[in-house]
Structures are given as structure tokens and as C-alpha cells.
């Protein structure tokens, strides 16, 4: 490796499952600038994990649960990683919390790189970078994230490599194995209409208030039943999902499969069989986009500009509010400042769902197995 080139690299994707999966054309354009260093990846959450782990361009993948760890215990781990003496570390985009920079700046011995945010920024101490990108505030995350990485490459001394802008999830065979049985074991052919949809979110931060109401998934899953009846339906199920896919799964038939795997990659496999996927603004929305599903993504508080599936085969459904959107990159949970108690997912009806997911399946186009 050239003089002076950062020979570790240390890359912490902590917000979620999202945020990370949309990291993956930036961190191609990191291994190709710097293909000799060894590059290792921190999540605080498992799902993150599972689908970084199989990704070519990292050495290595740790997760560790700075949420619910003691607080000593993560100041430990903290010190840990600076006594491995990694010369760069990056706090990708969006990452704006006072805490985030505060270990990337312990961990990132000569450069730390991150964004400089439009909303609550200094008050996240921005200036503990080196390396520091400032917010477009129009550009997707993904485009931000390449506009990072190749600030880095200009501050280290290496050309751009040319990006090639697109998402990496590698499934194993044993994933994909894994959903060829579970298919098998419901009964459902391999060549008949498959649908799948997420209907909830993490509580955190208040996340599940820019979701859809689980009334509109029964109704919409009845309207979709009734106008395909070979179709079937997949519901994805975490834990934070359990009480509103109960409820579904209470008032629908037995076309309906629930999904509940603890493997994150395993689910993905399955989701890659669905003609479409019907998802509020999820991690698992980006994940269907990085398997090419063709996506109906349901958005209120966030910017669906910015967080859109990242893929053509997509169709959005937003109401144009004046107060839209109202959840901006910061440590602030999510609230209705309009007090119209999230009228922008409210008024999002079950019959133009029904109409884009309609419009989105190929129903001659078939499914890989």
C-alpha cells in the first residue's frame, strides 16, 4: 500500500437496516480507492449485520448494541476499537447524533469523516471531523453517501474511482435454499402472482407513526385477493411488528403467509420471489429494491425524495402537504408539528395502493427459483 494511505478503516453503520444496505454503492467506491486496506464495518443492530455480512468489499462485519449496552461497557468498546488503530473512520450518511461523531472521533486515529448537517448540527458537534461533506438537503442518501466517499478520496490523495451507483445484497445458496422450501412447505407454485408487503416499523423514535394503518392492509390484501385469485401474500414480520401483523392475519384467509425469520438474508430471499411489495418507508423496502422487486412505497413524514426505493421498478404514494415532509436527520423522535395527526399517511387510500401494485406486476414474467 502507497505511503501514507489509510491501511484501516473503520465504518459504522449504526442507524439501521436501511441506512445500511443504502451504504453499499459508497462502500464499493471505498474498496475500489483503497483496495489493499482492510475495511470493517460496526452495526448496532443484528438485521444490519446479516445482510453486510456476505458483502464482497468489507473484511470483516461486528455488531455491537451501543442501545443496550451499560454505558461503561460501551465506552470500553469504544476504546477498544481506537487501541486497533484505524487511521480512517467513517459515520456514513445520515448519522447526525452528538454521539456518533463523538466515536468516530475517538475511533478515526488521522481522518474522521462525516456530514454537516442542515438541521440540529452543531449541537451533534459536526466539527469533530476532519473530513466533513455539508449536506445537500435535494440529493438521495445514496448520492450523499458517494459524495463522502469521494471526499475522502480527494483529502487522502487517491483518484475517484467511477461509481457505479447501485446496491449490493449477496444471498447465499442457503438462503435462497431457504425459501425454496418454506415456499413448498405452503403449497404455493412457484409461477402464480406473489405479493408481499411490510405494514410496520420500529417504535423507535417514533417510527411507526409513518406508517399505514393495519385496517388498509386487510382492506387492500382483500381488494387484491378478490381481483387475483390464484395470487398470494407474504406478510414480513419483526418483533416490533407482531401485535399489527396478528391483527391482519386475524381478519384475511389462508392465502396469507407470515414471515417471521430472525435471519435477516433468509427473508430477503424470499421477498426476491415477490412480483411486488407493497411497504411503508422501511428498511425492508430498500432491501426489495436491492433484489429488484418492483416496489410500492407508501410515504408521509419522510422525504421520499431523498429516501425513495433506489431502483427504476418503483411506484410512490405521497399527498403533496404543505407541511411535508416534517421528519429531518437528528436525534428528535417523530411528531406531527401540524397537529393533523398524520394526515399524509391517512389519506393515502387502499384503492390507489391497489391500482400501483396492479400496474407493477408482470404477471407473465417469471419468478427465480
Known sequence: MAAGLPRRIALFCLPGIGDAILFTPALSLLRQAFPAARIVVITMFKGAADILETNPDLDEVRQYDFFHARWLDGIRYILGLRREGFDLSIMPFPSNRREYN??????????????????????????????????????????????????????????????????????????????????????????????????????????????????????????????QPAARF???????????????????????????????????????????????????????????????ALFGPTNWRRLHPWTQRQVIIHKDLPCMPCFYYSSRPLRCPAGLDYACMRDITVEEVGAAVTRMIDWKEPLST
Not at 161 to 190: G, M, N
Not at 195 to 211: A, E, L, P, Q, V
Not at 238 to 267: C, T
Request: charged share 25%; proline share 4%.
Open 234 to 296: 407474504l406478510i414480513f414480520s419483526g418483533p416490533s411488528d407482531r401485535a399489527v401483523n396478528q391483527y391482519i392475519m386475524q381478519n384475511i384467509d389462508h392465502r396469507v403467509v407470515l414471515v417471521e425469520e430472525a435471519n435477516l438474508r433468509r427473508a430477503v430471499a424470499l421477498l426476491k420471489r415477490c412480483r411486488a411489495f407493497v411497504s411503508n418507508d422501511s428498511g425492508l423496502m430498500h432491501l426489495a429494491a436491492a433484489v429488484n422487486v418492483p416496489v410500492v
Open 102 to 227: 463523538i466515536v468516530n472521533r475517538i475511533v478515526g486515529r488521522r481522518w474522521r469523516a462525516g456530514h454537516r448537517y442542515q438541521h440540529h448540527n452543531r449541537r451533534n458537534f459536526f466539527f469533530l471531523h476532519n473530513i466533513v461533506v455539508r449536506e445537500d438537503g435535494t440529493l438521495h442518501n445514496v448520492e450523499e453517501n458517494l459524495r463522502l466517499v469521494r471526499a475522502i478520496c480527494e483529502r487522502v490523495g487517491v483518484p475517484v474511482p467511477a461509481a457505479e451507483p447501485r446496491l449490493k445484497l449477496v444471498l447465499t445458496p442457503h438462503d435462497e435454499a431457504y425459501a425454496t422450501e418454506l415456499l413448498q412447505k405452503h403449497s404455493i407454485d412457484f409461477q402464480a402472482p406473489l405479493i408481499g408487503f411490510h405494514t410496520y416499523s420500529s417504535t423507535f423514535k417514533n417510527m411507526h407513526r409513518k406508517c399505514w394503518a393495519k385496517e388498509n392492509f386487510v382492506a387492500l390484501i382483500r381488494q387484491l385477493s378478490a381481483e
